[in-house]
């Protein structure tokens, strides 16, 4: 049985229990100045970025006052999510979901979706109208995101998408 609990900073090496190994066989590219589902055939046998950049993006994240939620499975972590707490975009209204994970053999079991609900209540209580992500253009990670009724992001935060402009920028409006 999975259980949900709130993380702190000390709990940044928990971080090293998600197996974060998936298959990406298409992807969303720019083709022509229009999205485009491409075959790509990779195998991403770690989180992107690297194990450091997750870690310190975790803690940054709790630092900054924003909120982490890991899942658990007989005591393992088997899924995490992150939220900033800084508020941005033109009305102040956003705030980042920075992190989702759910290791390999436990996806698919709404693990993903209860994360991204409960982060999602957490920001409405730090006063954001809308969550904002920078999804990975994997198609399947894009549709778990449509699934849950994100859209387009109306406000394109210029920052975050120069950090990976093969990101999807979507919003979900709480």
Not at 9 to 28: G, M, P, R, Y
Not at 56 to 66: K, Q, R, T
């Amino acid at each position: 049985m999975y259980q949900y609990k709130n993380l702190s900073v000390q709990d940044v090496h928990k971080i090293e229990e998600i197996d974060a190994e998936w298959f990406i066989h298409k992807a969303w590219r720019q083709k022509d100045g229009e999205l485009t589902l491409v075959e790509i055939n990779w195998l991403e046998k770690e989180l992107p970025n690297g194990l450091p950049w997750h870690k310190e993006h975790f803690v940054n994240s709790l630092d900054g006052g924003g909120k982490a939620i890991g899942c658990f499975n007989h005591g393992t972590m088997v899924g995490y999510a992150t939220l900033n707490a800084d508020l941005f975009g033109e009305k102040k209204d956003y705030l980042l979901l920075d992190q989702i994970f759910i290791s390999k053999n436990d996806r698919n079991h709404g693990i993903g979706k209860e994360l991204f609900h409960r982060l999602g209540e957490c920001a409405l209580k730090l006063g954001a109208k809308k969550l904002y992500i920078c999804s990975a253009s994997a198609e399947e990670t894009v549709a778990f995101y449509r699934n849950l009724g994100c859209i387009d992001a109306t406000e394109i935060n210029e920052e975050l998408y120069a950090i990976d402009p093969k990101d999807i920028q979507l919003e979900y409006i709480l």
